[in-house]
């Protein structure tokens, strides 16, 4: 029945461009379908919404008469928080005073009021939000601790807060939500936590890290990166081969224009989403580069859909072909990957080992919607690909939120796990191909109890496979998502010692090496209040042990707790370094890549911010490593042959001697976390180790080993199958330019683009 809909809406696309004495392309196509998705979204019953939502209820205010006192009131209640939604939080406390002041029927319901003076406290804390850290932007706004530039010069929501939240703690002193922001308030004023009333101050928020790193720099607004838009997905990568990383980035929003930056080698970026084309395309909550048709250009996998159900969720994904001359073209329909499922998350593999890439994407089911399986593309090598999902054993039905890709048992076959919101996690293991069949054959096998993956049953996110401790077997990170109430009340608990047994932990599974994994995660010190929703890991110090940066949140605004950074120390355990590292954004964090950006050795961070609504759209970060140690490095660029051009699922095994030590790191090539997306050249610390021994890499797909020996550390290689030495590139090390301008790069949608 899909697949019919799906022809249906081709055809009727054709027709119209027939209608127009035109014979459309793929491109023309997509485009078509991407705006009449968009006005299909434009519903009041679409709960991210809020413009239709606010036309739905002013028409119900002008229907209802002024006698039916108590649903006018609910109305009214409901358009305030549409308006706070909308960015218009003054509007908001206009409606919640006039209702506070005269509840009619509700007066003798406390519940129903309290609500309403809860509300009037967000819509005051979003007023301080939005004149201070967003209209008049700084690189300290929103980094808790809050000091120097972040503290707020108008004080007229902070100030009303503060009054609000002190009376409902009066009343009710356990309410953690307001607690956490209470003391936030405070904070935003300067004065935390002097005059934060005893009985209600959470302690040592402002206290140093036990274990503390060199601080980041955000330094996006002076190379005018700190784009403005909802939540979205970043990509890090050279998608013109001139060797300095680019950036391109997506709002989910279906107003809201694709960006991308080209790295000018100077220090410089120049905003080139219009010359690329890449601007014509919109949405996308996530997105991720490929080599799919193996000609060496990155190309770019849109992901749509995310959160809004069957109804409002079924949106195309988009493939997006790097012309290498600067240009992207819209090669979906063309490529047999059209289909209509609400999903953010996908992984890029070569999974049946033919040299070429597949894709798995995993959608979004929920309870009483349409059926939304996962779907398996299997590369037919010629620009296309056939989906065998069902066949592959593959077909999934939950409320997919993260997947990812590698050999976990090292046989050679790259394997999937997947994350949701259902409450289960997915192991499936690639079984290879068939006896006597062509390589479309492929299979898999659902492990995940023999894996000893099935005890956790909470609700999870951002996903990815690693190797944490270096002993050369992939481990899996699967972030809790399990929660009750406002993010704001386990960062409380947390600080006050009273956390609950699930709080958003950054989960972590050792691999056992004997097909079966171990839940490390308070071993390891992970035990944390993370919630992620986008994360990734590098090596910010060069030590050569994967570190770990999370982007934090879900849609309500008083979920303001910071983003979080870990720093593994040694493969033994994990330190919460987010403090000092300085990266603790309270505003929503999404998409996240590690990449050296300046190609000075250590990895930079770029970070999609911005929530679910206009009204919580805010400037992206791109902290720059200020170098946090004197350790060595080495930048490996892999190129297939008979394995994929990319080299994606290729393993690279470092051995060096250190201090008089031989050891090894592991490093496999993948754009990282399954919410962010880091370059595909391997960016690897050495220690203090300058000579690396022997460079092994198994490359993905044709099982080949290549060995390379007495390779020097920190310099920038390529190393083709096959080759008996690397290629040396000759990169320029960057100084990115300040005070280029602090213009703010300003991309939400307009009201009227959504009609």
């Known amino acids: 029945m899909r697949q019919k809909l799906i022809l249906f809406t081709i055809v009727l696309i054709g027709a119209v461009g027939i209608s127009r004495c035109t014979k459309p392309n793929s491109e023309d196509k997509m485009l078509e379908l991407l705006e009449q998705t968009r006005r299909k979204v434009f519903n009041y019953q679409n709960n991210f919404s809020p413009e239709a939502q606010l036309l739905y209820l002013d028409s119900l205010l002008k229907a209802v008469p002024e006698s ?50 809860d509300d009037m406290a967000v819509a005051y804390l979003r007023f301080g939000e939005q004149v201070n850290c967003i209209n008049h932007h700084s690189v300290d706004a929103c980094i808790l601790p809050i000091k120097n530039g972040g503290i707020h010069r108008n004080t007229k929501g902070s100030k009303g807060s503060v009054t609000i939240y002190e009376q409902m703690l009066t009343e009710k002193p356990d309410d953690y939500e307001s607690l956490w922001l209470l003391n936030i308030a405070y904070m935003t004023l300067g004065q935390y936590p002097g005059r934060v009333p005893k009985t209600m101050l959470i302690p040592a928020m402002d206290n140093p890290d036990a274990i503390a790193v060199k601080p ?46 080209k790295n000018n080698g100077d220090g410089t970026f120049t905003d080139k989403s219009e010359k690329s084309r890449l601007n014509k395309f919109t949405g996308g909550l996530h997105m991720t580069q490929t080599d799919y048709n193996n000609d060496g250009f990155k190309d770019i996998f849109v992901l749509r859909g995310a959160w809004l159900g069957g109804q409002f969720g079924e949106q195309p994904n988009s493939l997006l072909r790097n012309n290498g001359d600067g240009t992207f073209t819209d090669v979906t329909i063309d490529a047999g990957l059209l289909s209509m499922h609400p999903t953010q998350t996908a992984t ?170 171990s839940n490390v995660t308070k071993a390891m010190g992970l035990d944390k209040t993370g919630f992620a ?72 961070i770029y970070i999609e911010m911005g929530g679910a609504y206009i009204g919580d759209a805010y400037q992206n970060s791109f902290f720059m490593n200020p170098g ?17 051009k990319a080299a994606v699922g290729s393993r690279i095994k470092l051995t060096f001697t250190e201090n008089g030590q031989t050891r090894s790191v592991y490093r496999v090539v993948s754009s990282g976390g399954s919410f962010g997306s880091s370059p595909f050249k391997r960016e690897i610390g050495l220690g203090s180790a300058r000579v690396i021994d022997e460079v092994e890499i198994r490359w993905n797909g044709s099982g080949k080993v290549q060995k390379l020996k007495n390779i020097a550390a920190n310099q920038f290689i390529k190393i083709r199958e096959g080759s008996a030495a690397p290629e040396k590139k000759l990169v320029k090390k960057l100084v990115f330019k300040r005070g280029s301008g602090h213009e703010m790069q300003v991309c939400l949608p307009v009201a009227k683009a959504r009609i």
């Open 68 to 117: 039916e006192v108590a649903q006018r009131f609910r109305i009214k209640h409901f358009k305030a928080n549409i308006l706070m939604q909308l960015g218009k939080p003054d509007d908001a406390i206009n409606i919640l005073r006039a209702l506070e002041r005269d509840p009619g029927p509700f007066v003798t319901l406390p519940g129903v009021m309290r609500k309403v003076t």
């Open 216 to 261: 980041f720099q955000d330094i996006a607004p002076d190379l005018k990166l700190d784009v403005k838009n909802m939540a979205g997905g970043v990509i890090t990568e050279d998608f013109d081969n001139d060797g300095f990383l680019d950036l391109a980035m997506s709002g989910w929003d279906l107003s809201e224009p694709m960006h991308y930056f």
């Open 348 to 517: 890029w593999n070569d999974f049946n080992n033919d040299g070429w890439l597949d894709v798995f994407i995993g959608n979004e089911t929920t309870i009483g919607a349409n059926y939304h399986p996962c779907e398996l593309y299997l590369n037919n090598k010629n620009g296309t690909f056939t989906e065998v999902a069902k066949q592959a054993k593959t077909d999934i039905a939950a409320f997919v939120k993260g997947v990812t890709s590698a050999d976990y048992d090292n046989d050679g076959w790259n394997d999937l796990f997947i994350s949701t919101l259902s409450g289960r996690r997915f192991l499936l293991r690639n079984k290879g191909l068939g006896a006597g069949t062509d390589g479309r054959g492929i299979s898999f096998e659902d492990v995940t109890q023999s894996a000893a993956l099935d005890k956790d049953q909470n609700r999870s996110f951002a996903t990815w496979f690693w190797d944490y401790d270096n002993d050369g077997w992939q481990d899996i990170l699967c972030g809790d998502y399990t929660m009750d109430y406002a993010l704001s009340y386990y960062a409380a608990a947390e600080r006050l010692g009273k956390s609950p047994e699930f709080h958003g932990q950054p989960v972590l599974y050792h691999n056992n090496h004997d097909g079966t994994f």
């Open 533 to 604: 929703m986008g994360g990734n890991f590098g090596d910010i110090d060069n030590d050569g042990y994967l570190d770990i940066f999370i982007g934090t949140g879900n849609p309500s605004y008083k979920s303001l707790i910071p983003n979080k950074m870990f720093k593994n120390m040694g493969g033994k355990g994990f330190a919460d370094v987010t403090t000092s590292a300085q990266v603790g954004s309270l505003q929503k964090g999404h998409s996240v890549a590690f990449a050296d950006m300046d190609n000075d050795g250590d990895q930079d």
């Open 628 to 644: 946090q140690s004197g350790n060595n490095w080495i930048s490996i660029d892999l190129e297939g042959v008979t394995a994929n």
